[in-house]
């Protein structure tokens, strides 16, 4: 546990010197204020809307900016060490590669979880130093979406691993990281709406439900439009969310669960890469 926690500690210290966690919190504050200050401007007025749009807005931030973050990362925590001539050095000394990758991952989900928390955080406090905390419910919410955004840049910094595990050079890793963003974020949703459209509402919920959870971004954007301020913003969307049978302590299993089974993936890989 003692050798965990130094791994864990160097790989804290060198996101703080080279200004990881700063820039990541800094610039998800600015965008969070920018969005949730600015975004009725289409309605002709600017500042706190409501809680509901506000949540929904970020989540929405979130869900693109956060999974990108994590898996520049952590797409080069193995291969990066491989190509730099490190990873020999490192597995010379009496340490087990699941240890050393385990370390790595935690001292990389700490700093993205401290800059989530600092940047959605800064964002709660700055809102709520204009009266925006008097809407019920505001200090619920904004926890429920710093504590999931959190989870999903754990999600998706486990499959950077895997990447970086399986991956023999580093820009082969980059283009697979950014496919995987492409295609998780962006793509699958679409695919997902199309299948829905062509089905002509005849998709069975359970199916409907299933297709939800496989996508741990999907997972994360039904958990923050389950309240009810954000199904009054989202409206008939936000029906269909709150009518699909998952509770909230279900999505946040699935979002644990992505991360155990990708995490696992790549110790699996990892240990079965040549050095």
Same mark, same amino acid.
């Given at each position: 546990?003692?050798?965990?926690a130094?791994?864990?500690?160097?790989?804290?210290r060198?996101?703080?010197?080279?200004?990881w +966690?700063?820039?990541i /919190?800094?610039g998800?504050?600015? #965008?969070? *204020?920018v969005?949730a200050w600015f &975004?009725?401007?289409?309605?002709?007025?600017?500042?706190? =809307?409501?809680l509901?749009a506000t949540v929904?807005?970020?989540a929405?931030?979130a869900?693109f900016?956060?999974p990108l973050?994590?898996l520049?990362l952590?797409y $080069?925590?193995?291969v990066g $060490? /491989?190509?730099?001539?490190?990873l020999?050095? *490192?597995l =010379?000394?009496p @340490?087990?590669?699941p #240890?050393l990758?385990? !370390?790595?991952?935690?001292?990389?989900?700490? #700093?993205? =979880?401290a800059?989530?928390?600092v940047g959605?955080?800064g964002?709660?406090?700055?809102?709520?130093?204009? !009266?925006?905390?008097? +809407?019920?419910?505001f200090?619920?919410?904004f926890g429920r979406?710093v &504590?999931?955004?959190?989870?999903?840049?754990? +999600?998706f910094?486990?499959l950077a691993?895997?990447?970086?595990? &399986? =991956?023999?050079?580093?820009?082969?890793?980059?283009a697979?990281a950014?496919?995987?963003w492409?295609?998780l974020?962006?793509?699958?949703?679409l695919?997902? @709406? !199309?299948?829905l459209?062509?089905a002509?509402?005849r998709v069975?919920?359970w199916?409907? $439900?299933?297709?939800?959870?496989?996508?741990p971004a999907d997972?994360?954007?039904?958990l923050?439009l !389950?309240? $009810?301020?954000?199904r009054e913003?989202l409206g008939?969307?936000g029906?269909?969310v709150?009518?699909?049978?998952l509770?909230p302590a279900l999505?946040?299993?699935?979002? #644990?669960?992505?991360?155990? @089974?990708l995490? &696992?993936l790549a110790f699996?890989?990892?240990?079965?890469?040549?050095v």
């Amino acid at each position: 546990m003692r050798v965990l926690a130094a791994i864990a500690a160097k790989e804290l210290r060198d996101g703080l010197r080279n200004r990881w +966690a700063l820039s990541i /919190a800094l610039g998800l504050a600015l #965008l969070a *204020l920018v969005i949730a200050w600015f &975004g009725p401007a289409a309605s002709g007025k600017v500042g706190f =809307a409501s809680l509901g749009a506000t949540v929904v807005s970020l989540a929405s931030l979130a869900v693109f900016l956060v999974p990108l973050v994590a898996l520049l990362l952590g797409y $080069e925590a193995v291969v990066g $060490e /491989a190509e730099r001539g490190t990873l020999l050095l *490192l597995l =010379a000394y009496p @340490l087990s590669r699941p #240890l050393l990758l385990a !370390g790595k991952f935690a001292g990389h989900a700490l #700093l993205l =979880a401290a800059a989530v928390a600092v940047g959605l955080g800064g964002a709660a406090l700055v809102l709520a130093a204009t !009266g925006a905390a008097e +809407a019920e419910g505001f200090w619920a919410a904004f926890g429920r979406l710093v &504590g999931s955004t959190a989870l999903l840049g754990w +999600a998706f910094l486990a499959l950077a691993y895997a990447i970086s595990a &399986g =991956a023999r050079e580093k820009g082969r890793a980059a283009a697979l990281a950014l496919a995987a963003w492409l295609g998780l974020v962006l793509v699958y949703d679409l695919l997902l @709406l !199309g299948a829905l459209v062509a089905a002509a509402g005849r998709v069975p919920a359970w199916l409907f $439900e299933a297709l939800l959870v496989a996508n741990p971004a999907d997972a994360f954007r039904v958990l923050n439009l !389950g309240g $009810e301020a954000a199904r009054e913003a989202l409206g008939g969307l936000g029906g269909l969310v709150h009518g699909a049978a998952l509770s909230p302590a279900l999505l946040v299993s699935v979002l #644990l669960a992505w991360t155990a @089974l990708l995490l &696992g993936l790549a110790f699996w890989r990892f240990a079965r890469r040549p050095v």
